[in-house]
């Protein structure tokens, strides 16, 4: 009998192979390390927009791995832009081959307990065990000191979102860069152009 078991945790392996051999199996087992790097901390926050990457600094430094959602909102304005980019990252890193399949969304939101069916977001968080992570990662970053060499463009919002930062059907981009127009007299930054139905995640 010959078993291959792909993505297995350590400690799930452990009791596996013992299982195995206490009944003579040939068992293979490919453990995928889903944890949370320096350099790909690094690589997460370099591939970011500014305001997403603002958004996740003031999480992780600001907020110590937990912060309120309004008080985001006072400091970068609407959060659907950001929490888009920072949605989309996780795919395409695992598209690039930055991180494997299975890793887990550094940062998180937060939803109402007191209101479960109306999912309102009170707050942004990320897990304690990541933090020192990508605090290291934005100390890096700051410095210059990345864990690597070659700067990724900023990822483009489409309009459609996955998992918990989707944004909900007639919402519009959110785009957290104002727009810029050029005319004779120079460069001016462009009124905001999101309806008044527009909402922040």
């Given at each position: 009998m010959k078993i291959t078991i792909e993505?297995?945790?350590?400690?799930?392996?452990?009791?596996?192979?013992?299982?195995?051999?206490?009944?003579?199996?040939?068992?293979?087992?490919?453990?995928v390390d889903t944890n949370w790097t320096l350099e790909r901390a690094t690589r997460f926050l370099r591939s970011l927009t500014a305001?997403?990457?603002?958004?996740?600094?003031?999480?992780?430094?600001?907020?110590?791995?937990?912060?309120d959602a309004d008080r985001l909102r006072a400091a970068i304005g609407k959060l659907n832009g950001p929490t888009v980019a920072?949605?989309?990252?996780?795919?395409?890193?695992?598209?690039?081959?930055?991180?494997?399949?299975g890793i887990s969304a550094p940062i998180t939101p937060v939803?109402?307990?007191?209101?479960?069916?109306?999912?309102?977001?009170?707050?942004?968080?990320?897990?304690?065990?990541?933090?020192?992570?990508?605090?290291?990662?934005?100390?890096?970053?700051?410095?210059?000191?990345?864990?690597?060499?070659?700067?990724?463009?900023?990822?483009?919002?489409?309009?459609d979102a996955p998992s918990a930062f989707a944004v909900p059907p007639g919402w519009g981009s959110g785009d957290d860069v104002p727009l810029v127009m050029l005319d004779e007299g120079g460069t001016h930054a462009g009124a905001d152009t999101d309806s008044a139905q527009q909402?922040?995640?």
């Open positions: 993505g297995a945790d350590k400690d799930f392996a452990e009791k596996l192979v013992a299982l195995a051999a206490a009944h003579h199996a040939e068992l293979t087992v490919a453990t305001g997403a990457r603002r958004f996740a600094e003031m999480v992780i430094v600001d907020g110590d791995g937990y912060i920072l949605s989309r990252t996780i795919p395409r890193g695992v598209r690039e081959g930055w991180w494997p399949e939803y109402d307990p007191d209101n479960p069916s109306w999912h309102k977001i009170i707050a942004y968080e990320m897990a304690s065990e990541n933090v020192p992570v990508f605090r290291s990662a934005v100390t890096a970053l700051a410095t210059g000191r990345g864990a690597s060499t070659s700067a990724e463009p900023p990822i483009p919002w489409s309009g909402q922040d995640s």
